[in-house]
């Protein structure tokens, strides 16, 4: 029975990893894609135009296209340090480093995990590198 808990939830991550991998895939070629402004971002992007007044993350601009990429660049840098205290600075910086070597070169999925359990540890790996590969994301999304 333990067996087939363990084997859940890697089904699950598996298919977590695939649905984000697969909106951040949308997300690039939209942005790619769109020449013209659209006026406000999909409202599925946009929980930061949410935030309360005054809050870090309505301090970018408002609802304009500039201020939601002023948030997400503003989020991208907290999530960062936060990473970064938590994880140490060696360590997030290797695994920020091999993962954005990766993602450039569009690696296997299964041997990115492989790579990085190896460089960094299997714990280490569990605990913050999905976290890691979504400061990632979005420093391609939003350099």
Same mark, same amino acid.
């Given at each position: $029975?333990?067996?087939?808990?363990? &084997?859940?939830?890697? #089904?699950?991550?598996? +298919?977590?990893?695939? $649905? !984000?991998?697969?909106?951040?895939? +949308?997300?690039?070629? @939209? ?9 406000? #971002?999909?409202? @599925? ?15 970018? &601009? ?12 503003? @989020? *991208? +840098? ?21 993962? #954005? ?8 999925? *299964? /041997? !990115? /995990? ?7 540890? @299997? ?10 590969? +979504? !400061? ?8």
């Amino acid at each position: $029975r333990l067996v087939a808990a363990g &084997g859940d939830t890697r #089904s699950r991550e598996e +298919q977590d990893f695939t $649905r !984000v991998m697969a909106n951040y895939e +949308q997300d690039i070629s @939209r942005t790619r894609n769109d020449g013209g402004d659209r006026g406000t #971002s999909p409202t @599925r992007r946009s929980p930061m135009a949410a935030a309360p007044s005054g809050s870090p993350a309505s301090a970018g &601009g408002g609802g304009a296209k500039g201020g939601a990429i002023m948030d997400m660049k503003a @989020r *991208q +840098q907290r999530c960062r340090e936060d990473l970064i205290a938590r994880m140490g600075a060696d360590t997030f910086q290797t695994c920020f480093d091999y993962l #954005s070597q990766a993602r450039a070169k569009n690696m296997d999925d *299964q /041997k !990115v /995990k492989k790579e990085l359990e190896a460089l960094v540890g @299997r714990d280490v790996y569990k605990e913050f590198g999905f976290e890691v590969d +979504q !400061v990632v994301f979005s420093t391609i999304l939003y350099p």
